[in-house]
Structures are given as structure tokens and as C-alpha cells.
């Protein structure tokens, strides 16, 4: 990844803000009730709101200090996430299990050739009805010229920077594309003013929630 999230996930407080994403909480409602799965759920802060409101709920996430810091919250607020320390790549999803399927802020860290790997495994993984939810960054962001001048662009929007990390921007409607085993039932392309963590900044941000039929 390109930031040192195993690091970042040991400070004191939660990076990402106590909240769920609002994506998350928009659209869980809409969701048959059962399974989740919350994928690179980072310190848990989805996987426990979706505990909260009834959900058996899985979180995978690469960092030893997210999961520790995910099940400490779990705990505290009494509730259960099954954690599961892996590369969500290599995480194996079980077929037509759930109802939800988290991916928020993920398809950013990893090349589009892996992110529709993901996809599609996540699209066998929901059951009928289910949704997948998700969030990523687009070539608005203004990272893109950013790496454009700093690192290597293997592929299109698909940069590889000096550390051997991969970071992934998305042109406009790509994420509906490699989304298309699902209906989109919520799809949105905006510029997204970021208070949550460090100074505030802009993200050029893609949503979509597509239902598996």
C-alpha cells in the first residue's frame, strides 16, 4: 500500500473517524438481512456499525494493528465482527453467503486487474438480493497529476510508485463496467471535501452499489 497503514492503525484514535461510511449506512437498510462482509475494513469502523444493526459480520483486513484495534472496539460496544488478517486478494469468498459486501476505499490499493478479480469473486459471494457497496477514487482526484509526475504508470490510471506499491485512479463509468455482473441500483461520480484525517483535503471519489439478481 502506499502509506504504512499497519503503523498508522497503532496511534491512539481512529484514523478514519468513528462514523460509518455514509455509503455504508445508506444502503445496509436496503439489504436482506444475514451475512456481511466488510473487505481492507481498515480499523472497522463499517464492520461495526453493520454488527450494530444486526449483521453477522466478517471483516478482512491486512493489518494486524487494524484487527487489534477493530476487535478492541467490538468488545467495548458488545458487539461481534469475526476478524481475519489477510490480503482481501487472497481472501477466499465463500459463494452465495451474503447479503452485504463492503469494499470501501479498497480498489485504490491494488491494480484493476485485481480489483475485477475482486469484484467478481465478491459478485459470486452475495446472495440473491444482496448488494456489494463500494467507494474508490476517480481520475478527478487530485493525486492523479500528482502521481502522473512521481511514479510509473504501468497501465492506464494504474500507477507503480518507487516502493513497489500500486495505486489505481478510475476514468469515467470504469467502475460500472467491471461492476457489470450486478445491477447498479446507486451509481455517483463526485468531488468530495476530506475533513476526516490529516489537513483538510479534496478527493475526486466514484460510488456504486450494485445488486446481485
Known sequence: MAKDYERIYQRDGLYWGEEPSELVKRFAELAPQGKALDLGMGEGRDALY????GFDVTGVESTDSGVLKCERL???RHVTVHTVCEDVRDYKIAKN???????????QFMTKEEAEDVISRA???LKRGGLLVCTTFSQDDPSYKVRQQKSKEVAPGVFLDSSGNYYSLYHYGELLKLCSELRPIYYAEYDYYDTQHGPPHWHGVVDLVGKKM
Open 50 to 53: 453493520l454488527a450494530s444493526v
Open 74 to 76: 467490538a468488545e467495548q
Open 97 to 107: 453467503r451474503y447479503a452485504l459486501i463492503a469494499a470501501i476505499n479498497l480498489f
Open 123 to 125: 459478485a459470486d459471494g
